[in-house]
Nanobody, 119 residues
């Protein structure tokens, strides 16, 4: 399975971007799809995830501004980012974890896409 992320770029504060992640190959049906971000000098951290049942979780810093969604038929993941702030500047990575009865089965990472928010 390979993940291809796209949609990053440079925007002014208050602007919007939509990130997309396309997964090629077969993905085990029980999975969680996530977006992580990593700012310079900081650890990679979770932005949001969506489970195969549609459950979503967001980091407090993005609640009300970002929306994560998935299309199971197309194996795609999206992140709509509104009201962007300079502190959202980071490289964004998509991630898929699959699970079986024994726990974590597989994990995949995309290559990362740069988001820069500045005047």
């Amino acid at each position: 399975v390979q993940l291809q992320a796209s949609g990053g770029g440079s925007v002014q504060p208050g602007g919007s971007l939509r990130l997309s992640c396309a997964a090629s190959g077969s993905i085990f049906s029980i999975n969680v799809m996530s977006w992580y971000c990593q700012a310079p000098g900081k650890q990679r951290e979770l932005v949001a995830f969506v489970g195969s049942d549609g459950t979503t979780i967001y980091a407090d810093s993005v609640k009300g501004r970002f929306t994560i969604s998935r299309d199971n038929a197309k194996n795609t993941l999206s992140l709509q980012m509104n009201s962007l702030k300079p502190e959202d500047t980071a490289v964004y990575y998509c991630n898929i974890r699959t699970y079986s009865s024994g726990g974590l089965r597989d994990e995949y990472w995309g290559q990362g896409t740069q988001v820069t928010v500045s005047r």
